[in-house]
């Protein structure tokens, strides 16, 4: 069974930065795509950054310079470091898999993702 389990969250005044993470157990299969969502209160739940087996990434404009997404196999755990972050930012972040060739094979829209942690809430004031 795969378990994923979000860490990291809190509440950080514009410009600070912050880092998840997502702690995997359970075998997610050979080859995956692993991303970070966010959803804010009354928003839809969006994609933000994605992270395949082989390291490839992907992510939104609205992050570009700004959050990095990695992954440790080792330690079986995705990160997602968060830097100069805005007010907008703001929402519960989730992280999320699915068993698939790469992250640029089929959607990156939530409900392709067959795996998702509880999530863990990040807060930016202005």
């Known amino acids: 069974r795969v378990q994923l389990v979000e860490s990291g969250g809190g509440s950080v005044q514009a410009g600070g930065s912050l880092r998840l993470s997502c702690a995997v157990s359970g075998y997610i299969g050979s080859r995956y795509c692993m991303g970070w969502f966010r959803q804010a209160p009354g928003k839809e739940r969006e994609g933000v950054a994605f992270i395949d087996t082989a390291g490839s990434t992907r992510d939104v404009d609205s992050v570009k310079g700004r959050f990095i997404i990695s992954q440790d196999n080792a330690k079986n755990t995705l990160y997602l470091q968060m830097n100069s972050l805005k007010p907008e930012d703001t929402g519960m972040y989730y992280c999320?898999?699915?068993?698939?060739?790469?992250?640029?094979?089929?959607?990156?829209?939530?409900?392709?993702?067959?795996?998702w942690g509880q999530g863990t809430q990040v807060t930016v004031s202005s």
């Open positions: 999320a898999a699915d068993r698939r060739y790469d992250c640029y094979s089929g959607s990156l829209r939530m409900p392709s993702f067959g795996y």
